[in-house]
Structure formats: structure tokens, C-alpha cells
């Protein structure tokens, strides 16, 4: 597959990427539309380390990967935003590639953005995947996020999970990183998620010690249909050391018929 179409878009008065793999329907399709997937990434990093799920979801499905203003290779807006202001990037920029209804995916913070956008606009979520979700409610101090953390790196995580992770936060850098963890750190997920209309696919690595077993069970019991998938082996980073997998329950998760090549190989760490 080749490499996604990387486009500048100015959405609700900020600037991000969004990187496109669009296809055409196949003979199964009865030449339908291709159904799409958004995914969302985390405080201080980017679209690549999602870059191993995007190319088997694109097998499938329109992919679309989004580098939210301030994160990535985009330029650092002037004031600090809220869950609020990038779920509304969000929703914009797909609005002007005409991406009306999709399935989301978040991983980390990003599962705050992509629950405020469902809250937003629920019409155009048709489901809604939270990865390693946060901030657990019973851990909601910056130090016990750290720990968390450096824990998941340490024992975790790959080598090729924690470089993508660590050359990101270099280029999100200190003041942005530490301007936005506030804002997820004061996010009430646990109570947002009841509002969400979606079906909802809650995924953990088994081993992730930010999002824990019990804070994933509780989040996918208040959603108003929910459910949590544990994949065994990984941490924080489940979507890419385990993208297999983990592109195979959304797939499913979401009714979209999965391309005949798609399980057969997995990825080295």
C-alpha cells in the first residue's frame, strides 16, 4: 500500500495534518462507499505511532490519521486548547474532506478527544474505539501518571514503540506537553462516556500500567453499550506492538469486512 496523502487543513481557526488513504470500493462493495476510520493520537506524540494500524485498517476501509494542531510537524497554536477545541478540529477538518460519518478511534488522550467528539456531533460517530484510555479516576495525580508511565517504557513497550514515542515528545517539546497534560488531567472521562451514543469498543494492552484493568472495566460499564478487549503481551502502546490484533477487533467491532490479507502478518517490534 503506498503512503498516505498528507494534507494541511485549517479547521476552527487552527492548523493540522491529516494523513488520507482513501481507496475504491471493491466487487464486494457492490461499488458502495468505502466506510471510514479516524484515528486520533495522544498528548505529545503523532499520527506515526499509529502508522502500523493505519495501514491494515486501509486494506479495509478509508483510513484517515490526524495530527492535531500543536503535535506533529503542526505549528503550536497561540493559546492552550481544551478536549473541547480539538474535538472541534476534529469534526471540522473531516467536514471539508466530506468525511460525514465514521468510526473513531482514539488512543490515550486521544480517547478524550475522540469522546468529546461523539458528544458533539453523535450523528456522525458510528462507533467509538478508546485505546489505553485515561485518566483513571482513582489515579489522577501527574506524578502517579509519570510513574505509570516510565513503568509501561521500561517493561512494556518495544524499542521501535518507545523511539516513535520519545522523538515525538522532542518535537511537541516541554511548554506545549506540559500545557496540554493539565487539560487532560482535569478531563472527566468517566462521566463523558455516559453521554456517548455510540456503541463503544474500550482496548487495553493487558500489561498497560497507565490504563488498568479495572479503570478500562468501569469506563466500558458506563458507557451506554460498551465493552472492553484485553490483548495479551502489551502495554500502553497496544495499537502499534499488537496492530494486528488490534486493527482486526475494530474491523469487527465495527461491522467492515476485513481484506483477505490483512490477518496473515503480523509486525516485528
Request: with cysteine; hydrophobic share 45%.
Amino acid at each position: 500500500m503506498s503512503r498516505p496523502d498528507r494534507l494541511e487543513i485549517e479547521a476552527a481557526g487552527h492548523v493540522g495534518h491529516v494523513f488520507v488513504s482513501a481507496g475504491h470500493a471493491g466487487p464486494h462493495d457492490g461499488g458502495a462507499a468505502r466506510p471510514a476510520v479516524v484515528l486520533i493520537h495522544g498528548i505529545g506524540v503523532s499520527h506515526r505511532y499509529l502508522g502500523r494500524l493505519h495501514r491494515l485498517l486501509a486494506e479495509s476501509a478509508d483510513t484517515y490519521s490526524i495530527d492535531l494542531p500543536g503535535f506533529g510537524a503542526t505549528p503550536h497554536p497561540e493559546n492552550t486548547l481544551t478536549v473541547p477545541d480539538h474535538a472541534t478540529y476534529i469534526l471540522g477538518a473531516l467536514e471539508q474532506l466530506g468525511v460525514l460519518e465514521f468510526v473513531l478511534v482514539g488512543h490515550s488522550m486521544g480517547t478524550q478527544f475522540a469522546i468529546e467528539a461523539a458528544l458533539q456531533q453523535p450523528e456522525r460517530v458510528s462507533r467509538l474505539v478508546l485505546m489505553a484510555p485515561v485518566v483513571d479516576a482513582k489515579r489522577r495525580t501527574v506524578m502517579q501518571q509519570a510513574l505509570a508511565l516510565g513503568r509501561d517504557s521500561l517493561f512494556f513497550e518495544s524499542p521501535s514503540a518507545n523511539a516513535l514515542v520519545f522523538t515525538d515528545y522532542l518535537r511537541c517539546g516541554p511548554v506545549w506537553y506540559l500545557k496540554t497534560l493539565r487539560v487532560m488531567m482535569g478531563y472527566p472521562t468517566e462521566q463523558k462516556i455516559a453521554g456517548v451514543a455510540a456503541p463503544v469498543l474500550v482496548v487495553r494492552g493487558a500489561n498497560d500500567p497507565v490504563a488498568s484493568a479495572d479503570w478500562c472495566r468501569r469506563l466500558a460499564s458506563h458507557a451506554a453499550e460498551g465493552q472492553l478487549l484485553e490483548v495479551a503481551g502489551t502495554g500502553h502502546v497496544v495499537q502499534h506492538n499488537r496492530s494486528v490484533e488490534v486493527a482486526a477487533a475494530i474491523l469487527e467491532f465495527a461491522g467492515i469486512r476485513q481484506d483477505a490479507g490483512e490477518a496473515s502478518q503480523g509486525h516485528p517490534a
